[in-house]
């Protein structure tokens, strides 16, 4: 769990050492900043390799089919031709003009350039000012200007979360602008924002809040982006328009209204909220932003910065299901938390926003992508001994492909920011900074969190007096940080706040050694329960148990619907070593092993000789391995019963597995679409935190079933429910009408039904089509569980 706390400010008299970041905090274009030699720039290089390896004819082709013009190439498949064409050409333009910021390389200008080109000629063939590879994008988008809207969680008119779809082409633009420099891109961002100026013009208040339960990523933030480029108040107006109300009022009242929604599709709204906030001066939607991320890193987020479950928001007070899923925390979750909580920094100088965008930068993001080969990590499971999948140039293109594109060309952003006249220094990676304004150059050395120090070189032009500002991270104890000027030692006396301060005149040459000591601290689940992970400094500790690559099914993904997920056999939790003492601090436990830097035992702690040996590094060295991150805790008395537990809940849930061909939860966006859901007049929700679909019309799914091994089908319905009756068809055969009558009580109930004869005709593909139809005038379900049995 992240917590919040004050940390301390460095008082002394020699030089002058006080709290003082007057002024508006800005942050460093990421033309200033150059990575030297460390973890961030390998990854930065590979992310490069993974960029240039991609070919961006193909990446167009969406937009080039949908103006009406030809083109030989061929389009990417995966997510790339099954509804969400063009969503990656969108962060491709964010990831060349990151990229190309952060390392001057010439060949990804030019590929920015010919992108940009490329997409002027589509918007000038549509006519509107629109560029978009919707499928059949035209003819929907007209529909919803003459208010014929139908909205679903992730679905628009039929078409797949169009809307976020075309942000990201949005943000391409604005990106290619600000970040990159292309001017031509500005230009096509205004058009591309009166394009939607106009369609939405006839829409009321209530048809676009409808529309907007569709998730549409963050239109609100860059409509207000546009306002600020142009000074235009239209386009506040409009961002304003495309903030989402049932988020946002909640978020106004200070209430957590957040459990069971899908969580990648809130927080873009909050930072468009905030972003609304910056440029209207609106201290209550500012307010409203900074409450949502004190919840979810508060309340919602584990060690490594992530959150959520099968992308979505659990219940706070219940975090069973992360330590039980393979569908961990998403990174995209986490690439959306670092924005917002850049956006907060820079408005409030709160060194609490830099705390947690140090811990997800570490341990999501940094893990997120494999050092050597490149490809991007969708879920980081924290069940015991699972793994994850990586995705490969030609094959995934997930939105979390997307944002890892952009994730590891932009570690720049914040290490260093200014007050006009003071520097800031926030994070402790190698890097040089040219401010060039002040005729000021800032080289970082050091091999933090390797070893605990950092030094800063100075050269100046002319010397010159600021405030140098140096933040005190909360992972560091009172009084134990230390600083020299010139190899001088400066007197620190503990004060309120987070950032040490040296207000002096600099000269070149000067030079500033930190001492950043860390300390081993256990961090238990935000529920309290009895699962710890390890943490030193601002750097999460993970084992490798397993290393066997043949249990690692999929590791690199394949384009299959569902290959970012690692879908390899569950290893029971039951077997998995259990720490044992009776401190529940366990600290005492945690040793250092000799001549390896970074690296611990617990072996004193571990019940199982199994995994004696295991040793604790950094959990971003660990890839292409099942890991343990967190680990299960009892006490020498309860060890006996703890195992027990874990034996009795994890033998019904591997039992089901075992027998489990495909399943699918109804009114969770993603694995809806994973299985191709269709549907008519239906509406999801959630209902004691488990998710819901019905419809007065019908829903689908395709389930697989490789083997055609499939016998039953499982449904899970809740037992209140009544005057409810439909039909479940299977391929299109009758399998069973069902009526709910209410009687089963409040508790939700499952039903199995015999699929043998219903599965004589089966589908070419070796998929199932499960369909729900309501009776005239009643309705189908609610169904909370779909699962397919062998």
């Known amino acids: 769990m992240m917590t919040r706390y004050l940390g301390f400010a460095l008082l002394s008299f020699l030089p002058t050492l006080s709290y003082s970041q007057a002024g508006q905090v800005e942050s460093f274009p990421l033309t200033s900043v150059t990575l030297l030699e460390s973890p961030f720039r390998q990854a930065q290089q590979t992310d490069m390799q993974y960029i240039l390896a991609l070919d961006p004819d193909r990446l167009l082709v969406p937009y080039l089919r949908e103006a009406g013009i030809e083109t030989t190439a061929k389009s990417y498949g995966n997510w790339e031709n099954t509804g969400l064409d063009g969503h990656i050409g969108g962060h491709y333009l964010t990831a060349l003009s990151l990229m190309y910021a952060s390392t001057g390389n010439k060949e990804l200008q030019q590929r920015l350039t010919y992108i940009v080109d490329q997409l002027e000629a589509c918007q000038q063939k549509n006519g509107n000012g629109y560029i978009g590879g919707v499928p059949g994008g035209e003819a929907m988008w007209h529909e919803i200007a003459k208010g014929n809207i139908d909205a679903g969680t992730f679905s628009l008119n039929d078409k797949w979360v169009p809307w976020y779809n075309i942000h990201k082409t949005y943000a391409g633009l604005r990106d290619a602008y600000l970040i990159a420099g292309n001017e031509k891109a500005k230009g096509m961002l205004v058009k591309y924002a009166d394009w939607c100026l106009q369609l939405t013009d006839g829409l009321s208040e209530a048809q676009m809040q409808d529309m907007l339960r569709s998730e549409h990523g963050g239109m609100n933030e860059v409509f207000a982006d546009v306002a600020a480029i142009t000074g235009e108040g239209k386009y506040l107006d409009l961002a304003r328009k495309f903030s989402h109300q049932t988020?946002?009022?909640?978020?106004?009242?200070?209430?957590?209204?957040?459990?069971?929604?899908?969580?990648?599709?809130?927080?873009?709204?909050?930072?468009?909220?905030?972003?609304?906030?910056?440029?209207?001066?609106?201290?209550?939607?500012?307010?409203?932003?900074?409450?949502?991320?004190?919840?979810?890193?508060?309340?919602?987020?584990?060690?490594?910065?992530?959150?959520?479950?099968?992308?979505?928001?659990?219940?706070?007070?219940?975090?069973?299901?992360?330590?039980?899923?393979?569908?961990?925390?998403?990174?995209?979750?986490?690439?959306?938390?670092?924005?917002?909580?850049?956006?907060?920094?820079?408005?409030?100088?709160?060194?609490?926003?830099?705390?947690?965008?140090?811990?997800?930068?570490?341990?999501?993001?940094?893990?997120?992508?494999?050092?050597?080969?490149?490809?991007?990590?969708?879920?980081?499971?924290?069940?015991?001994?699972?793994?994850?999948?990586?995705?490969?140039?030609?094959?995934?293109?997930?939105?979390?492909?997307?944002?890892?594109?952009?994730?590891?060309?932009?570690?720049?952003?914040?290490?260093?920011?200014?007050?006009?006249?003071?520097?800031?220094?926030?994070?402790?990676?190698?890097?040089?900074?040219?401010?060039?304004?002040?005729?000021?150059?800032?080289?970082?050395?050091?091999?933090?969190?390797?070893?605990?120090?950092?030094?800063?070189?100075?050269?100046?032009?002319?010397?010159?007096?600021?405030?140098?500002?140096?933040?005190?991270?909360?992972?560091?104890?009172?009084?134990?940080?230390?600083?020299?000027?010139?190899?001088?030692?400066?007197?620190?006396?503990?004060?309120?706040?987070?950032?040490?301060?040296?207000?002096?005149?600099?000269?070149?040459?000067?030079?500033?050694?930190?001492?950043?000591?860390?300390?081993?601290?256990?961090?238990?689940?935000?529920?309290?329960?009895?699962?710890?992970?390890?943490?030193?400094?601002?750097?999460?500790?993970?084992?490798?148990?397993?290393?066997?690559?043949?249990?690692?099914?999929?590791?690199?993904?394949?384009?299959?619907?569902?290959?970012?997920?690692?879908?390899?056999?569950?290893?029971?939790?039951?077997?998995?070593?259990?720490?044992?003492?009776?401190?529940?601090?366990?600290?005492?436990?945690?040793?250092?092993?000799?001549?390896?830097?970074?690296?611990?035992?617990?072996?004193?702690?571990?019940?199982?000789?199994?995994?004696?040996?295991?040793?604790?590094?950094?959990?971003?060295?660990?890839?292409?391995?099942?890991?343990?991150?967190?680990?299960?805790?009892?006490?020498?008395?309860?060890?006996?019963?703890?195992?027990?537990?874990?034996?009795?809940?994890?033998?019904?849930?591997?039992?089901?597995?075992?027998?489990?061909?495909d399943q699918v939860a109804p009114g969770e966006q993603q694995p809806e679409s994973d299985h191709n859901y269709k549907g008519d007049k239906t509406e999801s929700g959630v209902h004691r935190d488990r998710h819901w679909r019905h419809a007065s019309g019908w829903f689908s799914y395709d389930l697989r079933d490789a083997n055609q091994e499939a016998r039953k089908l499982r449904i899970t319905y809740y037992g209140l429910d009544k005057d409810r009756s439909f039909d479940i068809l299977v391929n299109g055969a009758l399998l069973k009408s069902v009526t709910l009558d209410g009687s089963q009580g409040d508790a939700f109930f499952d039903v199995d039904y015999d699929l043998t004869e219903a599965l004589q005709k089966k589908a070419a593909a070796k998929t199932i089509e499960v369909k729900f139809v309501a009776h005239k005038g009643s309705v189908a379900g609610g169904v909370y569980s779909v699962r397919l049995l062998k």
């Not at 307010?287 to 584990?302: E, L």
């Not at 569908?327 to 909580?341: A, D, I, R, V």
């Not at 030193?536 to 690199?556: E, F, I, K, S």
């Open 247 to 661: 988020i946002l009022d909640p978020l106004l009242q200070g209430k957590d209204a957040l459990n069971g929604l899908h969580a990648n599709t809130q927080i873009p709204k909050v930072i468009g909220y905030k972003r609304v906030a910056e440029v209207a001066g609106d201290k209550a939607w500012a307010d409203a932003a900074a409450f949502f991320w004190d919840n979810v890193v508060s309340d919602r987020t584990v060690s490594i910065g992530g959150n959520s479950v099968r992308e979505h928001f659990h219940p706070s007070n219940d975090f069973s299901s992360m330590v039980e899923s393979k569908e961990g925390p998403e990174t995209c979750n986490t690439y959306n938390m670092l924005k917002l909580s850049k956006q907060l920094y820079l408005t409030s100088g709160t060194a609490d926003y830099i705390d947690y965008y140090e811990r997800g930068l570490y341990n999501h993001i940094l893990s997120s992508q494999h050092p050597e080969r490149g490809g991007f990590v969708y879920f980081t499971p924290m069940r015991p001994r699972h793994y994850r999948v990586y995705s490969q140039p030609k094959e995934g293109f997930w939105c979390c492909v997307g944002s890892g594109l952009e994730n590891h060309g932009k570690y720049g952003e914040l290490i260093y920011a200014h007050t006009g006249k003071d520097l800031i220094v926030n994070l402790f990676i190698p890097s040089s900074l040219n401010w060039e304004a002040r005729g000021v150059q800032v080289t970082q050395n050091t091999k933090f969190p390797f070893k605990e120090a950092s030094e800063l070189e100075l050269s100046l032009k002319k010397p010159q007096k600021f405030a140098l500002h140096i933040r005190r991270p909360n992972w560091v104890k009172n009084g134990d940080m230390k600083v020299r000027v010139n190899n001088k030692e400066v007197k620190i006396t503990s004060v309120s706040g987070s950032y040490l301060t040296l207000d002096r005149k600099w000269r070149s040459g000067d030079v500033v050694a930190i001492s950043l000591p860390m300390e081993t601290k256990a961090e238990y689940l935000p529920d309290g329960s009895p699962w710890v992970s390890f943490v030193h400094g601002p750097v999460v500790l993970a084992a490798a148990t397993d290393t066997d690559t043949t249990d690692l099914q999929g590791l690199q993904a394949d384009d299959s619907r569902m290959g970012h997920i690692a879908n390899g056999p569950l290893y029971p939790i039951e077997e998995a070593p259990v720490l044992v003492s009776a401190d529940r601090n366990l600290v005492a436990g945690v040793r250092p092993v000799a001549g390896k830097a970074l690296t611990f035992t617990v072996s004193s702690l571990i019940s199982s000789d199994v995994y004696k040996n295991v040793e604790l590094v950094p959990f971003f060295q660990v890839h292409d391995a099942r890991y343990m991150l967190y680990w299960p805790v009892a006490s020498p008395g309860e060890l006996a019963a703890r195992k027990a537990a874990l034996r009795e809940e994890e033998q019904i849930r591997m039992a089901l597995e075992a027998i489990t061909l």
